[in-house]
T-cell receptor, first 113, second 114 residues
C-alpha cells in the first residue's frame, strides 16, 4: 500500500530565504508526482507535475525533483515571499488505480516579513 | 482560475440526512475525481468517473455514490450522514482517464454534520 509522508508538518522562514519541502513515498511504481498549494479553507492549486520518467520540473521560482529509486521528491521555492505562506501538498499518481492521487498530509509554511 | 466550480460552498446537515454536492468540470475534461479532506489531513480519494462510468474507488462505503453527466457536471451523494463525514469535499477534473494528466481542483464544499 502506497504511503506518502511530508516532513516537517510546519515550517516558518524569514522572507527571502529559500524553502525546501520534502515528500517521501513507499512504492516507487508511480505514474507521476504532483505538488499542490492550498490556502486556508480553499481548494488545491497545482504547482508542478513530474512524470515518472522525469527527474525534475521548473516553473519560475519553483523547482521540483523526483528520485523514484529512493522514493523522494523535493520542492524548492527560491527567495520566499509572504505570499508563499500556505500549505503545500504532494500527491503520487499510483499505478494500481487510474486517477487516484495519494496525498501526504502537507507542510504548512509561514513566510514572515 | 481552473474553471472547476463546486456548489454549495458550505453546507450544514444533521446525522442521518442525505446530501448532494455538485461539481462542474473544466470544459473538455472527461474525467472527474472526488476527494474528502478532513481537517489537518491530506485529501482522500473517494472515486473517479470517466465518461459517465465509475472508473476507480477508494476505501469509502457504498453510501458514498456519484454521477457524471454528459455536460461535464457531476454529483457526489452521501446517504445516512455520520459525524465523521464532516470535511472539505473536493472535485478534480482532468482530460484523460488515469493519473498521468494534471488534475485541476475546485474550491471545495465544506460539509458540517451535526
Amino acid at each position: 500500500k502506497q504511503e506518502v509522508t511530508q516532513i516537517p508538518a510546519a515550517l516558518s522562514v524569514p522572507e527571502g530565504e529559500n524553502l525546501v519541502l520534502n515528500c517521501s513515498f513507499t512504492d516507487s511504481a508511480i505514474y507521476n508526482l504532483q505538488w499542490f498549494r492550498q490556502d486556508p479553507g480553499k481548494g488545491l492549486t497545482s504547482l508542478l507535475l513530474i512524470q515518472s520518467s522525469q527527474r525534475e520540473q521548473t516553473s519560475g521560482r519553483l523547482n521540483a525533483s523526483l528520485d523514484k529509486s529512493s522514493g523522494r521528491s523535493t520542492l524548492y521555492i527560491a527567495a520566499s515571499q509572504p505570499g508563499d505562506s500556505a500549505t503545500y501538498l504532494c500527491a503520487v499518481g499510483t499505478t494500481d488505480s487510474w486517477g487516484k492521487l495519494q496525498f501526504g498530509a502537507g507542510t504548512q509554511v509561514v513566510v514572515t516579513p | 482560475e481552473t474553471g472547476v466550480t463546486q456548489s454549495p460552498t458550505h453546507l450544514i446537515k444533521t446525522r442521518g440526512q442525505q446530501v448532494t454536492l455538485r461539481c462542474s468540470s473544466q470544459s473538455g475534461h472527461n474525467t472527474v475525481s472526488w476527494y474528502q479532506q478532513a481537517l489537518g489531513q491530506g485529501p482522500q480519494f473517494i472515486f473517479q468517473y470517466y465518461r459517465e462510468e465509475e472508473n476507480g474507488r477508494g476505501n469509502f462505503p457504498p453510501r458514498f455514490s456519484g454521477l457524471q453527466f454528459p455536460n461535464y457536471s457531476s454529483e457526489l451523494n452521501v446517504n445516512a450522514l455520520e459525524l465523521d463525514d464532516s470535511a472539505l469535499y473536493l472535485c478534480a477534473s482532468s482530460s484523460a482517464s488515469g493519473s498521468w494528466d494534471t488534475q485541476y481542483f475546485g474550491p471545495g464544499t465544506r460539509l458540517t454534520v451535526l
